[in-house]
Structure formats: C-alpha cells, structure tokens
C-alpha cells in the first residue's frame, strides 16, 4: 500500500465530497490529519465544510474558531461570505468575529506578502565549478514546503534546486498562481538572481512544476524569460494550451526537451495534458510522456526514479540506470 501523503489526503477527502459523503469524509480527514505533513489550513478548511455538509453546524463553527483563534489561520473573506457550502456557518453569532479577523489578517498577509525563494545546494557545492540549475514551481494553494517533499531528490552531484513561492496568497499557507503574468515575472527575477549569486550553466537549466505551476513556466517562455534545457510537467494544468501557438514553436526552436507525467483519473489535467502531447507530436518537439493508471490530481509513488529518467532523457547529468 503506498504512503498516505498530504495529496492523497486532500484527493481522497474531496471523493467522499464529490459522492456526498460528507459525515465520512469529516471521519476520514479528521482521523488522518495528523499523519501527513501539508497545510494545515487547507484540512481545517476541508473539516469545518465536511461538517457543516453533515449537518453538524455547531461542530463545524467550532473547528472554524479553532482554526482562526486557536491556530492563527486565516481564510478569505470574498470565500467565508460566499460559498454556499458555509451558509448555515453565518448565522451563527460567532461568525461575524470570525469574518472581521480573518479580513483583518488578509490584508495584512496581502499587503506584506512577496515572492519567496529557497536554494537548495548539493553536498560539497563548489562555486568555482558550474551547476546546473532546476526550479520547481509548486502548484495552487500550495507553498515551497508541500513541493519540496516531491522533488528533493534533484539536490544531487552539480545540481541545485531553487523553489520559488509565489507573492499570490489566498489563504493561511496557500499560494497561488492566479495573474500568470505576475508569476513569470518572478521566476525571471528568481533566475537572474541566482544566476548574479551562483556558478550556473545557462545550457543546463531545467523548469519544472505541478499542476497551475506549469502555465506560468510557459508563459515566461512566452516571454523569452528564460529559454531551458528542458521541462519536467508533473499533472500539468494547461486549460488554455491550444491557443499557446507561440510557446510550441519557442519550444521547437531552441530544442527544449518536455518530459510529463499525468494520472489517467486526473478530472482536471488528463485532457489539458493530453492535446498538450498531440501538439508536441505535431511540432516534432522531443519529449516523453506517460499517463499512470489509477493516479489522481497527485505524483506517483515512483516519482524519485522518474525524475532520474528525465534528468537522463536531457541529458543534464546521468544520474545512473533509468
């Protein structure tokens, strides 16, 4: 059985809410909590609507407090006034302090929030000798720690791995990639800074993310921000990619190798995923693929050795057997 992980988690709870489920997804998130590292916000946020989905409304304004005044959480206001799954919430009398410290701690955290960078140097790192770079983005309601678990195994031999955090929160913990204009304008600066600041090869640059992170990397493409060697796509979420026409001939022209993975019961990313590779196909771009059966908006359990193929499949440094 494969390790219960912070995705997972999320995943298997919204099934019991996609099914109606709502008392059993409350049980399973609830008793689960604790045996995964992620936002705790975000489960918070999916225990207090389970349990008002439930019927439970008194519970769930309890787990909402505890969440706000207990933990130091905040969630957005535009969401806790809008969604229809909260409605019973607001006519409770402690809802009405509960929206005025979370607004007060949204504007807070959006006036004082920006992008984020962390480094992650190999053992033994020498600046007199040239690395090559690999950043990761995360994708949405996600933040450096939830992506760093995933993609560690980059941190190797002549390799650095930065992960840059986007300035676009939405709630406690969770950041997003909502104005792609915005995000590619960050990962530029992150690679001129690391580029001023460390011994980097410009040929051996490597862009990779989940899900919405993927669009902001082929925006800055589109831009002409940073031209890599190649792009490592795990459960791409690429909505628009049909009219993305400009980003596949940047691809085709300066020879940037695409290696993607996707789950084939990924409701969001399979179908975006799949056009992107038949435009791949079209354009005669050198890439690999694979849809792995029975995965979700998630990575798969072997994902440590599919990072060692795609790093093999540029040619970046050979890591050993694939």
């Given at each position: 059985?494969?390790?219960l992980?912070y995705?997972k988690?999320i995943?298997n709870t919204?099934?019991?809410?996609l ?7 409350y049980?399973y998130i609830?008793?689960a909590q ?5 936002n705790?916000?975000?489960?918070y ?7 008002c989905k ?7 304004v309890?787990?909402l ?9 905040w969630?957005?206001k535009d ?16 809802f009405?302090?509960?929206?005025k410290?979370c607004t007060?701690r ?8 920006k ?8 053992e033994?790192?020498?600046?007199d ?17 939830i992506?760093y678990?995933y993609?560690e195994?980059?941190?190797y031999?002549?390799n ?5 955090q986007?300035?676009?929160?939405e ?13 590619a304008?960050?990962?530029?600066k992150?690679?001129?800074?690391l580029?001023n600041n460390y ?9 990779s993310g989940?899900?919405a992170g993927?669009?902001?990397?082929l925006?800055a ?5 940073l031209?890599?060697?190649g ?10 990619i ?8 940047l691809l085709?022209d ?10 084939d019961?990924?409701?969001d ?5 799949k056009?992107?590779i038949?435009?791949?196909?079209s ?6 693929s694979?849809?792995?059966d ?10 440590d050795?599919?990072?060692i193929?795609?790093i093999n ?10």
């Amino acid at each position: 059985m494969s390790k219960l992980t912070y995705l997972k988690l999320i995943n298997n709870t919204l099934d019991y809410y996609l099914k109606n489920e709502y008392e059993k997804g409350y049980k399973y998130i609830t008793n689960a909590q604790d045996k995964v590292e992620g936002n705790k916000a975000q489960i918070y946020n999916f225990r207090y609507t389970l349990a008002c989905k439930a019927g439970n409304i008194d519970l769930a304004v309890d787990i909402l407090k505890d969440a706000v005044f207990n933990k130091g959480f905040w969630y957005s206001k535009d969401y806790l006034l809008g969604d229809d799954d909260l409605e019973p919430l607001r006519e409770k009398k402690d809802f009405g302090q509960i929206i005025k410290e979370c607004t007060k701690r949204e504007k807070r955290a959006k006036e004082s929030t920006k992008p984020e960078l962390k480094i992650y140097l190999p053992e033994g790192y020498k600046s007199d000798q040239l690395n090559s770079l690999v950043l990761t983005l995360h994708g949405n309601q996600e933040n450096i720690d939830i992506v760093y678990q995933y993609w560690e195994d980059l941190i190797y031999d002549q390799n650095i791995l930065a992960l840059p955090q986007s300035s676009q929160i939405e709630f406690s913990d969770a950041y997003s990639w909502n104005n792609l204009k915005r995000g590619a304008v960050e990962l530029k600066k992150h690679y001129n800074n690391l580029l001023n600041n460390y011994n980097i090869s410009k040929e051996s640059l490597v862009l990779s993310g989940f899900s919405a992170g993927t669009q902001v990397i082929l925006e800055a493409i589109e831009n002409k921000y940073l031209t890599p060697t190649g792009l490592i796509f795990m459960a791409p979420w690429l909505p628009d990619i049909e009219n993305k026409k400009k980003v596949f001939k940047l691809l085709k022209d300066n020879d940037i190798k695409v290696y993607l993975l996707v789950g084939d019961q990924d409701k969001d990313c399979l179908e975006g995923s799949k056009i992107f590779i038949k435009l791949l196909d079209s354009y005669q771009i050198k890439y690999k693929s694979k849809i792995i059966d029975n995965l979700k908006h998630d990575y798969p359990d072997n994902f440590d050795k599919e990072l060692i193929k795609a790093i093999n499949f540029f040619n970046l440094n050979n890591k050993g057997d694939e």
